[in-house]
């Protein structure tokens, strides 16, 4: 498996190629969500959980199946326990990446949730994006924003940014549903436009909240 990303500069566009064959294998799919867990607390800026809280978010019975994933994961390296507190679960650096939060409406707007499905083994900063805490990603769904060449099924990288300049593509919230855009900023007016003909533009009736800003796109082949 790889990936096409395509990086948007304001002169021109960089296309190059990234593997992605560093994606963990080596994690059962419990640890993988205990793991997914801690890291949507700590990307949040939350504590991170104890023993009892993921076994009430996981559906665990006892504490100890929740001890026995992190103790899992300790020896694999993903995360670190500081003895003797109960929140002293931390990451370490094999559990960084980019956090893959979900799906986003590239057509009509949907409430989409965010939480994170797994982190993709990328340096944000290879995006442009210098503060690794406030890259995150979106899976797209629908078809509205070919014409800047994304399409049904890209994972798009965003930065979290709350000034978002006229022409770039957002990750919005607009009526407080979740779409993804080009931002429009004309004769002191603000609204969402989309990249096909098929849909018409977006003009905020209640609301408009940008969450991030894309800067990059990567497209998944299949061989």
């Known amino acids: 498996m790889s990936a096409i990303a395509y990086l948007e500069t304001s002169c021109h566009k960089l296309k190059h190629t990234i ?18 867990f801690v890291g949507s607390r700590v990307t ?9 809280e993921i076994c009430r978010r996981l559906g665990y019975r006892s504490p100890k199946a929740a001890a026995d994933h992190i103790a899992a994961l300790e020896r694999k390296g993903y995360v670190i326990r500081a003895r003797g507190q109960a929140r002293g679960i931390k990451l370490t650096g094999k559990s960084s990446g980019i956090p893959l939060l979900g799906r986003i409406a590239a057509g009509y707007p949907t409430d989409s949730p965010s939480e994170i499905e797994t982190r993709l083994p990328i340096d944000p900063t290879a ?15 629908g078809d509205s924003m070919t014409g800047r060449q994304i399409f049904d099924g ?4 965003l930065e979290q940014d709350q000034s978002p300049r006229n ?8 009526d407080n549903e979740s779409t993804l855009k080009t931002l429009v900023r004309r004769n002191g007016e603000t609204w969402l436009r989309a990249e096909n003909p ?3 533009a977006l ?3 209640i609301g408009l909240s940008i969450q991030g800003v894309a800067r990059g796109v990567i497209r998944i082949l299949s061989l």
Do not use: C
């Open 44 to 52: 949040k800026g939350e504590n991170a959980p104890t023993y009892r």
């Open 127 to 141: 995006f442009g994006i210098r503060d690794r805490s406030k890259a995150f990603a979106l899976r797209v769904r």
């Open 167 to 174: 022409g770039e593509i957002v990750a919005a919230i607009i």
């Open 203 to 205: 003009v905020p009736t």
């Open 19 to 36: 593997h992605l064959y560093s994606m963990p294998v080596d994690l059962t799919p419990s640890q993988q969500r205990v793991l997914d």
């Open 154 to 157: 890209d994972i798009v990288l």
């Open 198 to 200: 098929l849909y018409p």
